[in-house]
């Protein structure tokens, strides 16, 4: 049965409005998945050999692959989080050019991609070790334990369930927060914990300085985005350019290019700054795992080289005559379990350090 609409006389027919809004549903070509998984795969492969190699050229004894197992898991949950990063902050770069439709949805977000990438690759660092710095020493080294491997997944996870929550709701909260938030998180309830008090499981001097660039960075953006738009109307005159997109066109070239070149710019920063957050986590990991692979620095010249081998011989030998005279003192001629223990310890990791430096040079 066919339906015919019949318009009586004496009434108009409104014309069904135009969708403008652009077109975001595409279907996922098979091809690009396949490329995707296949270069994921890839990188995969590539950060478990690379693994092997560092360990190995660490001379690291392996008496349980279990630690490796978990430190595996703990750098794919890492990645997970750069992944629901990604799609979580990709909208802050893309949204202005395929708003206006300067650029169709799939090619803006995988052109975004690039230079997020490009902005990683061209960065000094200093925001990893910013994410490192912010615990303790001790915490960090305690990553390869049990409770360091816990402590690793709960602020990943915390991290990333607090993203997805958002991006689900549409609401553009920052990950980089989030992030600084769990790592905090983690360090005070160690504190706790361990019957300390919880302003020592953080370096707070650090936690201040990010915490500044935090509050500040959206107060400043803010000032700065409404000092320059009433800049461009008093300059600019044309209203055309200060309305909503009209159908489908896109704007004026050179509009659209400026347009195109600040979500350029926006990719590559974001991925120069925001991206090192990734970098800080799994450095975070792997120097708490393996820290003779990861904490040493084993292009040392060969002028320092001989002089950390002669303070690690003299650290050796004070620890343990110190350990030597704590016996003596001690009336019962036997120190309590936890200095012994952690003159061993000391002790046992200076000179083995120490042989390790030699050996290696």
Same mark, same amino acid.
């Given at each position: 049965?066919?339906?015919?609409? &019949?318009?009586?006389?004496?009434?108009?027919?409104?014309?069904?409005?135009?969708?403008?809004?652009?077109?975001?549903?595409?279907?996922?070509?098979?091809?690009?998945?396949?490329?995707?998984?296949?270069?994921?795969? &890839?990188?995969?492969?590539?950060?478990?050999?690379?693994?092997?190699?560092?360990?190995?050229?660490?001379?690291?004894?392996?008496?349980?692959?279990?630690?490796?197992?978990?430190?595996?898991?703990? %750098?794919?949950?890492?990645?997970?989080?750069?992944?629901?990063?990604?799609?979580?902050?990709?909208?802050?770069? &893309?949204?202005?050019?395929?708003?206006?439709?300067?650029?169709?949805?799939?090619?803006a977000v995988v052109w975004s991609g690039c230079f997020n990438l490009l902005g990683v690759l061209m960065s000094s660092g200093a925001v990893a070790f910013g994410i490192i710095s912010l615990l303790p020493?001790?915490?960090?080294?305690?990553?390869?334990?049990?409770?360091?491997?816990?402590?690793?997944?709960?602020?990943?996870?915390?991290?990333?369930?607090?993203?997805?929550?958002?991006?689900?709701?549409? %609401?553009?909260?920052?990950?980089?927060?989030?992030?600084?938030?769990? #790592? #905090?998180?983690?360090?005070?309830?160690?504190?706790?914990?361990?019957?300390?008090?919880?302003?020592?499981? &953080?370096? /707070?001097?650090?936690?201040?300085?990010?915490?500044?660039? %935090?509050?500040?960075?959206?107060?400043?953006?803010? *000032?700065?985005?409404?000092?320059?738009?009433?800049?461009?109307?008093?300059?600019?005159?044309?209203? !055309?350019?200060?309305?909503?997109?009209?159908?489908?066109?896109?704007?004026? /070239?050179?509009?659209?290019?400026?347009?195109?070149?600040? *979500?350029?710019?926006?990719?590559?920063?974001?991925?120069?700054? !925001?991206?090192?957050?990734?970098?800080?986590? #799994?450095? %975070?990991?792997?120097?708490?795992?393996?820290?003779?692979?990861?904490?040493?620095?084993?292009?040392?010249?060969?002028?320092?080289?001989?002089?950390?081998?002669?303070?690690?011989?003299?650290?050796?030998?004070?620890?343990?005559?110190?350990?030597?005279?704590?016996?003596?003192?001690?009336?019962?001629?036997?120190?309590?379990?936890?200095?012994?223990?952690?003159?061993?310890?000391?002790?046992?990791?200076?000179?083995?350090?120490?042989?390790?430096?030699?050996?290696?040079?």
């Open positions: 049965m066919t339906d015919i609409a &019949v318009q009586l006389p004496g009434t108009t027919t409104t014309p069904s409005p135009v969708d403008t809004r652009p077109k975001l549903d595409h279907p996922a070509n098979p091809l690009a998945l396949i490329l995707f998984f296949g270069i994921l795969g &890839v990188c995969v492969l590539f950060v478990a050999y690379s693994l092997y190699v560092d360990i190995k050229d660490s001379d690291t004894k392996v008496t349980t692959y279990l630690p490796f197992m978990l430190l595996f898991v703990a %750098l794919l949950i890492a990645l997970g989080f750069e992944f629901v990063n990604g799609f979580h902050d990709t909208a802050n770069a &893309v949204a202005t050019v395929i708003y206006t439709h300067s650029l169709p949805a799939n090619f020493v001790e915490l960090i080294l305690q990553v390869g334990t049990g409770a360091g491997f816990a402590m690793v997944f709960a602020l990943l996870i915390a991290a990333i369930v607090w993203n997805l929550g958002t991006w689900y709701l549409g %609401l553009p909260s920052s990950s980089s927060h989030t992030l600084i938030g769990s #790592i #905090i998180g983690v360090g005070v309830a160690n504190a706790l914990m361990h019957g300390q008090d919880g302003t020592s499981g &953080v370096d /707070w001097s650090k936690a201040t300085e990010i915490g500044y660039s %935090l509050l500040l960075s959206p107060l400043f953006g803010f *000032c700065m985005a409404a000092i320059l738009l009433l800049l461009l109307k008093f300059v600019v005159r044309n209203p !055309d350019l200060y309305t909503a997109p009209k159908g489908a066109a896109p704007p004026p /070239w050179w509009i659209r290019g400026i347009l195109i070149l600040t *979500c350029t710019l926006v990719s590559f920063f974001h991925g120069s700054n !925001d991206g090192q957050k990734g970098m800080g986590l #799994i450095m %975070l990991i792997l120097i708490g795992t393996v820290p003779t692979a990861y904490a040493l620095n084993r292009a040392l010249p060969e002028s320092q080289v001989a002089k950390f081998q002669q303070v690690s011989e003299a650290a050796s030998k004070v620890v343990a005559a110190k350990g030597f005279s704590t016996r003596v003192a001690s009336a019962s001629d036997t120190p309590s379990a936890g200095v012994a223990a952690l003159n061993q310890a000391l002790t046992e990791v200076l000179q083995d350090t120490s042989t390790w430096v030699s050996a290696r040079h």
